[in-house]
Each structure stands twice: as C-alpha cells, then as structure tokens.
C-alpha cells in the first residue's frame, strides 16, 4: 500500500511564500511521476506542477515563473516551493503520484490535501 504525506501549508501575506512537501511511502517498485494539484472552493481540480522520472518539468501557465517543484529521489519525496503568492493561489493543494508498486503495475494515489491560503 503506497501512501502520500503532505506538511506544510498555512496562512501568508500576498508577495510571501511558502513550502509543501511530499513524502510518498510503502510498496514503491518506481514513481512514474509526482506532481501538484489545487482546488479552489467552487472550482475544478487543476494540475499546478509536474515532475517525471526523467525530470521533465511542466508548470501551469499561472504559477510560472513563481513555483518551483524540486524532487528528492532518494527520500522519495516532492516539494512545492510557491513564492510571490497571490491570493487566487488559495486552495487545498495536493500531492499526487503515479507509482509502480510491483514491476508489472502502476495506480494513482493521492495525498490528503493541505489548506494554502494567501490574504490580501
């Protein structure tokens, strides 16, 4: 069974930033992928960074230039460094991951979601 835990999040000021984290765990053969979603209240669910296995980043139009997602191989492990927030970045973010737990098999997991909100 492959869990995602995410720490960090809070409140901060506009301009400010902040860090997520991400620690996949369990019965991980290879990650295919780990990644950032967000929810806003009344919104969809949206892709905010993207990282695979070869390092190939992807970021949405509206964090670039302000979001980096450096990963940790070794711990298994992806961040989200936000900086310049802004207060449409509030939402539940999310970690996710595309994980082969066995050689021969792979499944999406999810993390739990932490709280990120930016005041004005």
């Known amino acids: 069974q492959v869990q995602l835990v995410e720490s960090g999040g809070g409140l901060v000021q506009a301009g400010g930033s902040l860090r997520l984290s991400c620690e996949a765990s369990?019965?991980?053969?290879?990650?295919?992928?780990m990644a950032w979603y967000r929810q806003a209240p009344g919104k969809q669910r949206e892709l905010v960074a993207s990282?695979?296995?070869?390092?190939?980043?992807n970021y949405a139009d509206s964090v670039r230039g302000r979001f980096t997602i450096p990963r940790d191989n070794a711990k298994n492990m992806v961040s989200l460094q936000m900086s310049s927030l802004k207060p449409e970045d509030t939402a539940v973010y999310f970690c996710?991951?595309?994980?082969?737990?066995?050689?021969?098999?792979?499944?999406?997991?999810w993390g739990q979601g932490t709280q990120v909100t930016v005041s004005s």
């Open positions: 996710n991951a595309r994980i082969y737990d066995t050689p021969y098999s792979w499944d999406e997991h």
């Open positions: 990282i695979n296995a070869g390092g190939a980043l």
């Open positions: 369990g019965s991980i053969f290879r990650i295919i992928n």
